[in-house]
């Protein structure tokens, strides 16, 4: 019977996937996953996301895991899921637009594998529920450490886990302690001369800064849901941006050297939880003016009907916010631009132009596709097409 179902599966037409990737973005529900799993000390490694389950439990998760699996080999997954939070659409934009940023001597290279910084800039999101340790990497509750804890916290890690002890760091964020970890480790990689090693870092440590830009990246109302406003976190990094992104003004400058890696990425984390309040409040304010047929709509995105906020109401939310939005990401990409070029500028500035011919050979990108699938099939705890 089972091989059967998972037969009847294959068929199963593009509505399925599309309403199960609605699921898939309901991003406070993967959260408390999240703080659960952070709080079960010794069965983080083995329980992923889904722990134990019974067989009907089981089998459904086996459904969904085939559903997706089987089309992701047919189509990217944000294009049927559309824009996905400030990842997919503000991640790769920040990512690219920070290439620009840098001296001739780093864009030799740089601009050559712009589209690969740009494209794996949300690898960081795509391994979030699949890699353990990964989660705490985005965010900092700053709630849980008590009044002004973002001014009195530890700069660095050592002193951090001192204090404080791995398990609640990793409970209540790590985003500013990460930042500073893959600044050393893309330091590293030029010093190295690892041409790979630093596109893929280089990528990464672009998504951490980002989130660190993000005020709902620094609280435990993440979502809205202690407050009665959930969907406030899309609404804020996707749906304002997808309607006023294209017209941001997003030149920032050239890149300078940060000699203060840690005051930076504490001081980024800090602005963004004190524009948190205006966030929050706006939203609720405007709320209160409309009724709810105007700050919703029905739109089709790509074939598939979503409530989302109404254009009316994003468009004045963004006025309230007098380009919040905008200035948290002008601010991602000048700190992206930054850390790149302190980071080659303390490997000693290795001469870039000798990886101007670089690109991934066959067997490296096979690597790199096996790891992406590999972080899904760890989240669905799917099985191969041979145990079937």
Not at 37 to 64: A, P, T, V, W, Y
Not at 86 to 110: D, K, S, Y
Not at 227 to 244: D, K, L, Y
Request: some cysteine; hydrophobic content about 40%.
């Amino acid at each position: 019977m089972k091989s059967n179902i998972f037969s009847g599966i294959r068929a199963l037409s593009k509505t399925y996937i599309e309403s199960f990737c609605k699921i898939l973005n309901q991003a406070t529900y993967f959260r408390k996953l999240e703080r659960q799993l952070l709080q079960k000390k010794g069965e983080i490694g083995s329980q992923i996301l889904f722990g134990k389950m019974d067989k009907k439990k089981g089998l459904i998760r086996e459904i969904f895991s085939m559903i997706l699996l089987i089309f992701l080999l047919l189509r990217p997954l944000e294009g049927v899921c559309g824009k996905l939070k400030w990842g997919f659409w503000a991640h790769q934009r920040i990512n690219r637009l920070a290439v620009f940023t840098l001296p001739p001597e780093m864009q030799v290279f740089f601009k050559k594998q712009i589209g690969y910084l740009t494209e794996n800039a949300v690898n960081p999101d795509k391994r979030r529920y699949a890699v353990v340790g990964e989660a705490p990497r985005h965010y900092i509750d700053a709630e849980a450490y008590g009044d002004s804890a973002l001014y009195k916290l530890p700069y660095y890690w050592k002193e951090a886990v001192e204090k404080y002890g791995e398990d609640t760091l990793a409970l209540n964020g790590t985003v500013p302690w990460a930042i500073q970890q893959y600044k050393f480790q893309l330091t590293e990689a030029f010093r190295q001369k690892n041409a790979r090693r630093i596109l893929k870092v280089a990528a990464d440590l672009g998504h951490y800064i980002a989130d660190a830009n993000v005020p709902l990246h620094t609280t435990r109302n993440y979502n809205g849901q202690l407050t009665g406003q959930e969907g406030i976190h899309a609404f804020w990094e996707s749906r304002v941006a997808e309607m006023f992104g294209e017209n941001y003004d997003m030149f920032v400058g050239p890149a300078a050297y940060e000699p203060k890696i840690a005051h930076r990425a504490w001081q980024a984390v800090r602005k963004a939880n004190a524009a948190l309040d205006s966030v929050l409040r706006f939203e609720r304010e405007l709320s209160r003016k409309m009724r709810p047929e105007q700050k919703y709509v029905l739109e089709d995105r790509n074939g598939v009907i979503v409530k989302t906020y109404s254009r009316e109401f994003t468009t004045q939310y963004h006025q309230m916010l007098h380009h919040q939005v905008e200035r948290q990401m002008r601010a991602s990409v000048k700190m992206v631009g930054d850390f790149w070029f302190t980071c080659w500028v303390d490997a000693g500035q290795p001469i870039l132009s000798d990886f101007a011919s670089f690109d991934l050979d066959d067997q490296a990108k096979k690597e790199e596709k096996e790891e992406k699938m590999g972080w899904l099939k760890r989240l669905f705890n799917a099985r191969s097409e041979g145990e079937n």
